[in-house]
Structure formats: C-alpha cells, structure tokens
C-alpha cells in the first residue's frame, strides 16, 4: 500500500505571496491532519478534514487554510506569507473510527522557505 | 506548564544497553498515547501506541502507560546505532479533538558504538 504523498517536497518563497501544498492520504484513509514543525515551536496542529468538512482547527491565524476532496486528498493554503511561515508542513492521514488508537502516518512533507 | 513534556536529553547510551524515554502530560482524560521516531530531515514515523494502563511490547521496544500518574514511556531493548533519532511522544484527547496529536518537544537519542 503506498504511503502518505506530499507535494512539492520543497518550496522557496518570498514575503507577501501565497502557497498551496497537496497531501494524498492513504488509501481508504478519509481523515487528513495538518500540522507545522519548526525548531523553536515543534510540532504543531494545523487542522483535520474528514469527509471534505473540517472538524478541528489548531491556534493558527485565518492565514492558514485547507480543504478536502471527496477522494480525500487535501490541500492548504497559507496566504500573505511571513518569514515565520518557514517550516517543515506535515500531513498525516488515518482511519477514523476507533475510540481509541487512531494511528495517523505522516507523509515526507513539504519543507517551505520564505525569503 | 506544557501540555505534553519529555525528558529533555539528549540521550546517549552504549549498543546493546536499555534506553528510557519519559513523557508526561497534562490533559488528565487523555486517551491514547503515541511514540514516533524521527530521523534527521525526515518524516515521524509511527513506532507504538497504547491506550491501556500497563505494558506493551512489539519487538525491542515497550510502551507503558500508568494514567494515574499520566505518565507514558517508551523502552528500547538492545539498542543498536540505527535507532538514534528524535523521539516524540504524541497524546490525544479523544472525544472532539478530533485528528488533534499534541507532541512533546521531542527527546534526542544517540547510541554509540
């Protein structure tokens, strides 16, 4: 079964524009989480989509946004770019359902510089 | 105080010994708890979870969880050079935190030869 895919795998940006990165789950997996890793801050929660609706959104500004299609492949959007936007954009998707033990699988995600 | 803490490390342990990575948090109805591995310019990779109060074993490595204390911890049995990497511990809370991990700073491991 092929894993979590994200593209592009790089991106070099400068202030003020704006980015799309792309996630395609793996297969049969419908829900899709978003998060942001840096240095200082870590791992942090971005937002989950499940069923193109999204169900949980992390402290980020309106700058930061995503949605889901009906095959589940995700995209988000961050606008107005900041030199603090510079980070490692994970996805990772999972089978909901369970009460317990949700396992998420994070893609090789999207390492975006902005200059 | 953070949500979710490890011990800070780094960790440095010889091949072959035991290593003993801690985490704590701070949600009390917590409810599953993750161990990811990550290695330099990599992606976390999931290694275990565990959702029980006790022990978990899958091959060398060994979650246990003790929910009173909240309190969850990853053994590695036999460590080998290959398993130097960051070690995140990840905790979700269930209910309407849904697709949510909160991670721990993560805590370096280096086994050395």
């Known amino acids: 079964k092929a894993g979590v895919t994200q593209t592009p795998r790089y991106l070099i940006k400068t202030r003020g524009q704006q980015v799309t990165l792309s996630c395609s789950p793996i297969?049969?997996?419908?829900?899709v989480s978003w998060y942001q890793q840096t240095p200082g801050q870590g791992l942090q929660f971005l937002f989950e989509y499940f069923s193109e609706t999204q169900r949980n959104k992390g402290n980020f500004p309106g700058r930061f946004s995503g949605r889901q299609f009906s095959n589940s492949r995700s995209e988000m959007n961050v606008s107005t770019l900041e030199l603090g936007d510079s980070a490692l954009y994970l996805c990772a998707s999972s089978l909901p359902g369970r009460a317990f033990g949700n396992e998420q699988f994070f893609g090789p995600g999207t390492r975006l510089t902005v200059l | 105080q953070k949500e979710v803490e490890q011990n800070s490390g780094p960790l440095s342990v010889p091949e072959g010994a035991i290593a003993s990575l801690n985490c704590t948090y701070s949600?009390?109805?917590?409810?599953?708890f993750f161990w990811y591995r990550q290695y330099s310019g990599k992606s976390p990779e999931l290694i275990m979870f565990?959702?029980?109060?006790g022990d978990k074993e899958d091959g060398r490595f060994t979650a246990q969880l003790n929910k009173a204390s909240q309190y969850v911890s990853l053994l590695i049995r036999d460590s080998q050079p290959s398993d130097s990497a960051t070690y995140l511990c990840?905790?979700?809370?269930?209910?309407?935190?849904?697709?949510?991990?909160?991670f721990g700073q993560g805590t370096i491991l280096t086994v050395h030869p």
């Open positions: 990840a905790v979700d809370a269930g209910g309407t935190s849904y697709g949510k991990l909160t």
């Open positions: 565990i959702y029980s109060n």
């Open positions: 949600d009390r109805g917590s409810q599953s």
């Open positions: 297969s049969g997996h419908r829900s």
